[in-house]
């Protein structure tokens, strides 16, 4: 599937819904960084409330970048009357790269594995504290380890059987081509956000709407180029090329 073809099937047919996804968590965000200064700024229950919005920040952190990887996988899932290609064992049921949709909606692809994938990562956000507690290095090493989290939880045939761990599997994967994918985790995760840092006064939804709008649409362009670059190394790891809709 080539870039363009990524940046069509997702606008056509979830654009809309992730772009809306962006502007409300990045608003509920900016929202929790106000409470949370109005909140050390006050006087009586400040530490519980604190520890509250702490929480909410969390919870967002996690179903935020969950949600927004299903809708552009939703937006890539495989129609039945498509070609496909299979990932692991094709016999026994084995589901195909991506298995034929039974519900073909985004909210049907994301109930069919929104669970598996927050279970998933919040196994991944534990085993990456746990290393970033002995140094900082390794708990990032982890980060990078498990990028592969959701198109395993998603497409991997072994792991919708009950056959695979999803963290050792992205683990694996990562290895095969570790090099291109650190660069590329590097680029999008340290370099793009160090280089925007100057506009993030532009980005306050509560401050100028008109402007963070623009600036949203950029970080969906981003997202989806980020997820379309995955797709690339998941298909050079396992030799197959996504097809959808004849892209």
Known sequence: MTLRAAYFLTLKRVGVALFVWFIVTQI????????????MMGDTGVQARVWSLAALSFVSSLLTPIVATLMVLAGWHQRPESPHFHVGDVS???????????DRTTLGFIRDHGGDLIREQLRAFGSIMMWSLLLIVPGIVRLFELAFLPWVVCFDAEYQKGRRDALKESRRVFYRVWPRLLGLLILFWVIFPLTLTSLDERRSYFDSPLTAIGLTGVDVLLFILLQWLLLKLWERAHGTQLQVDGH
């Open 28 to 39: 509920f965000d900016q929202w929790i960084l106000r409470a949370t200064h109005a909140a």
């Open 92 to 102: 026994d049921g084995a589901r195909p790269f991506p298995p034929p949709a039974t």
